[in-house]
């Protein structure tokens, strides 16, 4: 098993950015494709990045393409999404996930290891 922590969300004027971070301890942390998803009120959750065991390949819902970028540091345990121009629409509780296979997948189901979320509001 993996367990995961989130830190770094908090409330930022539009146009601002945030850099969100994820601790990963148990398992080997480079066994694991690492996901970020958001989940807004009322909302389904949502994938939002998606990065391979080695960090070579990435992946982006087209929301946030250009805005987000995830990366990993495998001698750290930890993953991050750095989240520049916000905008009122990015609000939203953001959650870290791992899930032990090789592909990159979209579906909030495929990942069976969940952080416990950390907010972050932007305002207009």
């Known amino acids: 098993q993996v367990q995961l922590v989130e830190s770094g969300g908090g409330l930022v004027q539009a146009g601002g950015s945030l850099r969100l971070s994820c601790a990963a301890s148990?398992?080997?942390?480079?066994?694991?494709?690492m996901g970020w998803f958001r989940q807004a009120p009322g909302k389904e959750r949502e994938f939002v990045a998606g990065i391979s065991k080695s960090g070579a390949y990435t992946s982006y819902a087209d929301s946030v393409k250009g805005r987000f970028t995830i990366s990993r540091d495998n001698a750290k345990n930890t993953v991050t999404l750095q989240i520049n121009s916000l905008i009122p629409e990015d609000t939203a509780v953001y959650y870290c996930?791992?899930?032990?296979?090789?592909?990159?997948?979209?579906?909030?189901?495929?990942?069976?290891?969940w952080g416990q979320g950390t907010q972050v509001t932007v305002s207009s």
């Open positions: 996930a791992a899930r032990s296979s090789t592909l990159v997948t979209t579906s909030s189901t495929s990942y069976g290891y």
């Open positions: 148990g398992r080997t942390f480079s066994m694991y494709v």
